[in-house]
């Protein structure tokens, strides 16, 4: 079956200028161009359902409806939801943009929007800064949204349509913009000033001239696709939800596309925690509450840290030396996040076993990584727990990589000289 299956080297290039891919940098995933090869040669003659627990910025849904698939997206974060429904905006909605953004800037202009204390867009803005955001906000969501604006577009995520996507990813590009100064040399995390006075303070038709210029620049992509992008009547369900209860029937996914959260202790809630200020998600304890539940997360959520059997012999042995292993806090800490990573993992392919029909199909693209000096096999490692879970693997495919995150970590040369990891795309097939 996976023989004739057109499978590329799945890493994301630092531009790849290929259409949409490039709206929403996003560190993890795989690209566009991947996604639509596979997808096309798995369901040449048919029509699929599609679906990714994992979709992040909306790489595999939007390969899915560009080659006739119904296509179904899960993600916990309200942002990457928001950037997926962006993705597959038709081009037949392109002549409303230019109207609509007139809109959005006369109510801008004209807004009366009070400061907010609780703001968490003062995070990094002074106040008439963040007043001056938000009052593009309530005009995406009052014209495009809800004519009832609530403070809290997080929570219409799963709801929103396309063209109100687009809009806020544009936000979200020009909020990106005005924060340069707070990158970091991790492509994963965001900087905060160091005082209220280091805030950033643009003026409100400065914030609407960079809006402005985002939505220019992503309307000119749109018009400058290939025919191909019509997505007028794609069939996309986009839902903020876990990949640990699916809400979907048994057995009614032919495919699923996707790549799990890295191992790494990547924090993606505080990787979006400027767009989600924009939706208005609260900088508080509901913040840290998403952070525990993402998958992947540096922070330890509590309860037991049992070492589940049918995890694998890999994925024990590989637990068990971190747990003996001599650094500073391996026991107290790291082993706790592995336990935690590998039981939702475990989880969630659990999910994707039971959502996938008898003779269904899986790609998942997974990296390796280390523990200090300690390999983590990713993909024999995720292949074990699937076998356990009635998904056996049928082809693997292993792509070295150069370049990872390691390698701004200086102090990981203490235990190895190379910083490359294997990148490997492992297909299976449910009995």
């Not at 997808?39 to 990714?52: E, N, P, Y």
């Not at 994992?54 to 974060?77: E, F, K, Q, Y």
């Amino acid at each position: 079956m996976y023989g004739d299956l057109v499978i590329t080297n799945p890493k994301r290039r630092c531009s790849s200028g290929v259409w949409r891919d490039e709206w929403y940098r996003y560190y993890a995933g795989f690209s566009g161009n991947f996604a639509r090869e596979l997808i096309h040669s798995f369901g040449a003659g048919k029509r699929l359902t599609v679906m990714d627990p994992w979709n992040g910025s909306g790489t595999s849904t939007t390969a899915a409806v560009l080659c006739g698939h119904r296509a179904i997206g899960i993600d916990l974060n309200p942002v990457m939801a928001v950037v997926a429904k962006a993705r597959i905006l038709p081009r037949t909605e392109l002549s409303s943009v230019r109207p609509l953004l007139a809109d959005i800037a006369r109510k801008a202009l004209n807004s009366n929007h009070a400061d907010s204390d609780d703001d968490p867009l003062l995070t990094w803005f002074a106040p008439a800064a963040a007043a001056a955001i938000r009052g593009i906000d309530r005009a995406i969501h009052t014209l495009l949204v809800s004519e009832v604006p609530t403070g809290s577009t997080f929570q219409s995520a799963s709801e929103m349509s396309a063209i109100a996507a687009f809009f806020y990813v544009a936000l979200f590009r020009a909020v990106r913009h005005l924060l340069a100064r707070f990158d970091s040399s991790n492509p994963t995390w965001i900087k905060r000033p160091a005082s209220p006075r280091a805030r950033i303070r643009p003026s409100l038709v400065e914030v609407i001239q960079i809006f402005t210029s985002q939505v220019c620049e992503m309307s000119g992509t749109i018009r400058t696709e290939q025919n191909e992008w019509d997505l007028a009547g794609a069939e996309c369900t986009i839902k903020v939800a876990s990949s640990e209860n699916v809400p979907l029937p048994d057995q009614s996914v032919d495919l699923v596309l996707s790549s799990p959260p890295y191992c790494t202790r990547i924090d993606y809630g505080v990787a979006t925690s400027p767009e989600l200020a924009v939706l208005g998600f609260p900088i508080t304890e509901r913040f840290h509450d998403l952070r525990k539940i993402l998958i992947g997360t540096p922070t330890i959520r509590g309860g037991s840290y049992g070492v589940d059997t049918t995890w694998g012999k890999t994925c024990n042995a590989f637990l068990r030396r971190v747990l003996r292993h001599p650094s500073k806090a391996a026991k107290s800490y790291y082993y706790k996040t592995y336990v935690q990573y590998f039981a939702a993992i475990s989880s969630s392919v659990t999910e994707i076993s039971r959502c996938v029909k008898r003779e269904g199909s899986c790609a998942i693209v997974v990296q390796d990584s280390y523990f200090k000096d300690i390999r983590a096999d990713l993909p024999a490692m995720f292949a074990e727990i699937a076998s356990e879970r009635g998904l056996l693997l049928s082809r693997r495919l292993d792509f070295p990589m150069s370049q990872t995150l390691v390698h701004i970590n200086t102090k990981s040369r203490l235990y190895r000289s190379s910083s490359t990891a294997v990148e490997s795309v492992l297909c299976f097939t449910k009995n």
